[in-house]
């Protein structure tokens, strides 16, 4: 075995990386990691392309609010579906078929868009173009299977903070792109219609580069994903998901994720129009502004994994879990002050502070993850990652559907429901390492708790 190095950065582990160099483009590893996160930034990119122009979109079709906040609602609901498929899709053909298969599948309907005329074929695209974002499923597989479990929470949380500031991307270049085309003379009701060329292309190329280039394993064998887990026991399938369905951690998991990521992609959903409507600044100026809180994917939840990993290193699992109450909990409160800030400085201010929190708790989560369950950390992960759009649609629904509260007060409502439901990770106890309140019940554990609670290496 060649020694880890930048440029052969391998493991012992089937080959996967032991190093993590985010700034090369050697192969397969790091190549791999690049296709991947640009892969899910274009799904993200498609499906928040829609948001910042909905000022325009909702007057050009009549849309009312209650029409507006069913197709929010539509957009996350798909996700729900799309993410606990792809895990087995991803099983069954490999995360890199799995993923362009998705993107090349939904491009035309992010097309689509153009030609939307109703209020019904408003909440119905927005419901299929929703399904890009199982993307982030495949790109955590993706990378699980290049990268070795030293490295690979930090991986997955620079894949998952760089795809997702795709959201924040399409907050800024979409009403340019709209105030381009409109610049050529084309009215406003076709100018709309022709930027969705952009994302709708730019989701095709990626599935392309993503087919032709990705590497799925350092063997290419996909067969060799199932043999990093030889040591575990097997056991069949229906004993992996009881397992992990009736692990009382993975679903506070749930919980917690739905109230961060969650919370993230509907701020995503709603912020352009916030700025647009609250303090009346220009389009391109309060796409600008919405840009700023996805942007900050880029450092933020991987510096929620790296949080995570430094706590462990100090205080073991206590030191994750306390980690996360106290970056979630901090979030809520940003979360409900935004929503009381009159002034569009505070809140713009607010806003970026809150953002950087936010997304730091879902990199802490996924810090946690892991050492749910051994067995069954598929299911886990799955439940975990579907959690994030559960909350998206809870909050949708409750919040940001109608005209029943101000959009500030369900903002701060948000921000409430964000620190009761960060609660509960105080209830989350390990038997080997013990809670946040509670020390471990014994050091002299059996194979049996080993296999629960250990993640192998």
């Known amino acids: ?13 089937n080959n996967r990386a032991t190093e993590f160099h985010p700034f090369s483009t050697s192969t397969p590893h790091m190549l791999a990691f690049h296709l991947s996160w640009l892969s899910l930034f ?6 928040f392309s829609i948001p910042p122009l909905l000022p325009i979109i909702r007057q050009s079709l009549n849309l009312s609010a209650a029409d507006v906040g069913a197709a929010g609602t539509a957009a996350f609901v798909s996700s729900i579906f799309s993410r606990l498929a792809m895990g087995p899709a991803c099983d ?4 890199r078929v799995a993923s362009a298969t998705l993107s090349i599948l939904t491009a035309p309907i992010v097309l689509a868009t153009a030609f939307i005329s109703s209020p019904t074929s408003f909440i119905l695209t927005r419901f299929l173009v929703g399904f890009c974002l199982a993307n982030f499923v495949a790109n955590q597989f993706w990378m699980s299977s290049l990268f070795s479990n030293s490295v690979v929470g930090l991986v997955n949380g620079f894949a998952a903070g760089w795809g997702s500031m795709g959201a924040g991307f399409a907050q800024l270049i979409m009403p340019l792109l709209f105030s381009l085309v409109k610049s050529f003379n084309v009215p406003e009701n076709n100018a709309w219609r022709v930027v969705f060329v952009v994302p709708a292309t730019f989701q095709a190329i990626t599935a392309v580069l993503v087919l032709v280039y990705g590497q799925e394993l350092p063997r ?31 679903w506070i998991l749930c919980l917690t994720y739905g109230f961060c990521f969650g919370v993230e992609m509907t701020m995503d959903n ?67 002050l935004m929503g009381r800030v009159e002034s569009l400085g505070g809140s713009i201010a607010v806003m970026c502070v809150f953002s950087v929190f936010v997304q730091a708790s879902s990199g802490l989560t996924f810090g946690i993850v892991p050492f749910i369950s051994n067995r069954s950390l598929g299911v886990i992960s799955g439940m975990t990652g579907s959690g994030g759009t559960v909350g998206a649609v809870v909050t949708q629904m409750l919040l940001f559907s109608g005209d029943k509260f101000s959009t500030q007060t ?48």
């Not at 075995?1 to 582990?13: K, T």
Request: hydrophobic share 40%; glycine share 10%; charged share 15%.
């Open 1 to 13: 075995m060649e020694p880890s190095s930048p440029n052969n950065p391998l493991g012992s582990n």
């Open 42 to 47: 274009s799904c993200f990119f498609s499906t």
């Open 92 to 95: 069954l053909v490999g995360p």
């Open 220 to 250: 290419e064998n996909h067969g060799d994903s199932k043999r990093v887990c030889d040591n575990k026991p097997k056991e069949s399938l229906l004993e992996v998901v009881f397992n992990g369905l009736t692990n009382y951690r993975g």
């Open 270 to 336: 709603i912020i352009a129009q916030y700025f647009y409507y609250t303090f009346g600044v220009k389009l391109e100026v309060a796409g600008i502004i919405a840009a700023c809180f996805g942007w900050t994917n880029c450092f933020a939840r991987p510096i929620g994994g790296v949080i995570s990993d430094q706590m462990a290193k100090w205080f073991g699992i206590r030191g994750r879990l306390w980690g996360l109450w106290v970056v979630q909990t901090v979030a809520g409160l940003l979360c409900v």
């Open 410 to 457: 369900s903002i701060s409502m948000m921000g409430l429901m964000m620190i009761v439901c960060s609660l509960p990770i105080s209830l989350i106890y390990f038997p080997r390492w013990g809670g946040m309140f509670c020390a471990p019940y014994s050091f002299h554990q059996t194979s049996t708790d080993e296999e629960d609670y250990r993640l192998l290496v």
